[in-house]
């Protein structure tokens, strides 16, 4: 009887001590994750949310950081160039539980990109452009032109970008169809007119007035790309125009 009394004792105090305890909190965590391009003189960026640093990222070793929080925290994403005040990005956020939001930040002072760029579907039989109009040598006054398109063939493509500008602060986007089949398909060239003579515009005096712009490669169909159009390897009194195409 005295075992069975103990046994009922200890039952009843277990029962109480567990009735009494409180359950665990459940604590919930979201991520961001902030994938910085390695665009051309991008440099190192600085990440804050509000006043606190996340990190430092540098384009060429890492192109992406991840950063967990507790759920319901909030504030300001803002983004730097290293250690300046000078502002890339920045947006409100939200930790969302068990949830990543991604951010794809980009800056480039001679493509003149700086923000947050959008991760853009294009077909696979499709590219999708953005050009830069970067041409500046004091020999070169073309302030606004329009870029006529031809095929590998020399063939006009039938397509036009009417009023290209030198520091376009919202240049277009424009989408290209593949050219022919197959694993090379054609590539893409460009004559530029200058707006103000109606005249396409030559490399010299008596040179020729057709540029490379897409090569005939599969690698760039299915993608966004930027296209810086040129003059930056231009002698003191020579043309030098080229198109420089950063994929992303």
Request: charged share 20%.
């Given at each position: 009887m005295q075992k069975i009394g103990l046994f009922v004792i200890l039952v009843v105090i277990l029962f109480s001590a567990c009735s009494k305890g409180k359950a665990p909190e459940e604590h919930y965590f979201g991520a961001i994750k902030v994938t910085y391009l390695n665009l051309p003189d991008a440099g190192k960026a600085d990440i804050f949310l509000g006043t606190e640093k996340l990190g430092q990222i540098d384009p060429e070793a890492a192109d992406n950081l991840d950063f967990m929080f507790p759920a319901g925290k909030s504030g300001v994403l803002k983004i730097y160039k290293a250690g300046t005040t000078s502002l890339i990005a920045d947006t409100n956020i939200a930790i969302a539980a068990n949830k990543t939001q991604q951010f794809r930040v980009g800056y480039s002072e001679s493509l003149q990109i700086k923000g947050f760029i959008s991760d853009v579907n294009v077909p696979a039989d499709s590219i999708r452009i953005q050009f830069i109009y970067?041409?500046?040598?004091?020999?070169?006054?073309?302030?606004?032109?329009?870029?006529?398109?031809?095929?590998?063939?020399?063939?006009?493509?039938?397509?036009?970008?009417?009023?290209?500008?030198?520091?376009?602060?919202?240049?277009?986007?424009?989408?290209?169809p593949k050219l022919g089949e197959g694993d090379n398909p054609p590539g893409y060239f460009f004559k530029l007119k200058d707006v103000k003579t109606?005249?396409?515009?030559?490399?010299?005096?008596?040179?020729?007035?057709?540029?490379?712009?897409?090569?005939?490669?599969?690698?760039?169909?299915?993608?966004?790309?930027?296209?810086?159009?040129?003059?930056?390897?231009?002698?003191?009194?020579?043309?030098?125009?080229?198109?420089?195409?950063?994929?992303l």
């Open positions: 970067n041409v500046r040598k004091p020999f070169n006054p073309y302030p606004e032109v329009d870029v006529h398109l031809y095929t590998l063939f020399m063939e006009d493509a039938g397509i036009v970008i009417k009023g290209l500008k030198l520091n376009d602060a919202n240049p277009k986007v424009w989408t290209f109606g005249e396409f515009i030559k490399q010299t005096a008596d040179g020729g007035d057709m540029f490379p712009l897409i090569a005939g490669t599969p690698d760039y169909y299915g993608h966004y790309l930027f296209v810086n159009i040129n003059d930056d390897q231009g002698e003191e009194t020579e043309n030098y125009i080229t198109a420089t195409i950063t994929v």
